[in-house]
């Protein structure tokens, strides 16, 4: 081979490795840095929605966590004074020997100012009867699943059962019962 066409050889060969770097391997190269990229910013993109949803998940269960203990804890004021559920979950017996006599006085409503939008309902309750019996209602008010205080407790005992053992007594009660009157409107 001579000199001329070794040199025209190397300058096609050149030419061809210039082409070939310019048109295959450049762009397939911009094409992979464009294509690293978009899978950093992908992969990055897919760390963030996992945290989101981690956070989720933790709102989630703090949420339900929360709805439980206000289920547990807290007491339904409901928007009306409902007197006679109330009377009929407090209500005893009158068997003469425990529960001698029972009485229900329902007041006249009030606003409170402090509470805006609550109102109270006042009842009353009169017992003639044994101390457990009185101490059930007690109980039986606290446990009630809507929002009522006991407002007074009055214990009364005749003196002429002064020497029994077991004497009935006599026992006023004040409750209010709060109910929301902007839920009504």
Known sequence: ???T???WMLFGTFVLTVLFVSLFIWPNYKNAKFASEETENLESRIQQIELRQAEVEKMRVDYESLKLQVSEDYKHVPSAPDMSQIVQTLSLEVDGQKVLDQTFTAGTTSTESSNKGFAIQPLAITLNADFESIFSVIQNVESMNRLVRVSSVRFLRKESDSDK???ALEAAIGLHAM???LEVE
């Open 5 to 7: 066409r070794e040199r």
């Open 1 to 3: 081979m001579t000199a």
């Open 179 to 181: 109910y929301d009157t």
């Open 165 to 167: 053992l077991a004497p």
